[in-house]
């Protein structure tokens, strides 16, 4: 009877200390990643792969952003909130959207992942940064402050910040309209997708309903 209590509060123990350091549940709440990470969507985020220095490196250590990850972070205007987008800017880069088409470095990026869903025109955000025209959605305080960022129709990111956008790019608020990601604000990168409740046929028996719950278990890119 001992030994089993013992076995149980070691697996509670271990349970815990993953939950608390390595990895976090986080479930999609809108379109904007669409179709990369549905609605729905429940998936495990490594959160030390983007912790500060110290804790736990030695064991884990920190992986560095890179262009094209996809990341779970603050959003700069509610703290409190979580967004997870696509890391398209580092520090340092400078880029524009023409056409809707991501320029870095002045040069065109191959973005498989990204979904162009039909839409009305919209300069502000296809032809990106633009200061002739101000989306209703723009956060004020970020269309005074990208001026100070934007050389030769380029918006160059300071040090320790990172432009992100939802792969759903004609669905997405993101630093389009409301800025940079601070480094600090950042949270982890997400593992894979271990739960989905993706649409599927009206008609279905129930055991077609639970298999179709976990047929979307994938790893996330």
Sequence with gaps: MLTA???????????????????????????????????????????????????LDVLLPKTPVRRGDVAVFHYPLHPEVDFIKRVV???????????GRLFV????????????????PDSFRDNFPTLHSMDSNVDPAWWMMMRRDVRDGDLWIPAGKYFVMGDNRNNSEDSRYWGFVPEKAMVGKPMMVYFSVAAGPEKATWGERAARLFKNVRLVR
Excluded: C, W
């Excluded at 986080?26 to 220095?53: C, W, Y």
């Excluded at 800017?89 to 023409?98: A, I, K, S, V």
């Design 5 to 55: 209590i013992q076995s149980l509060l070691l697996v509670v123990v271990i349970a815990t200390f993953i939950v608390t350091f390595i990895v976090q549940p986080f479930r999609i709440p809108s379109e904007s990643m669409d179709p990369t990470l549905r609605v729905g969507d429940f998936l495990l985020m490594n959160k030390q792969a983007l912790a500060p220095h110290g804790g």
């Design 89 to 99: 800017g580092l520090p340092g880069d400078h880029l524009h959207l023409r056409d």
């Design 105 to 120: 470095n002045g040069k065109v990026v191959d973005e498989p992942y990204a979904f162009y869903g039909a839409s009305i």
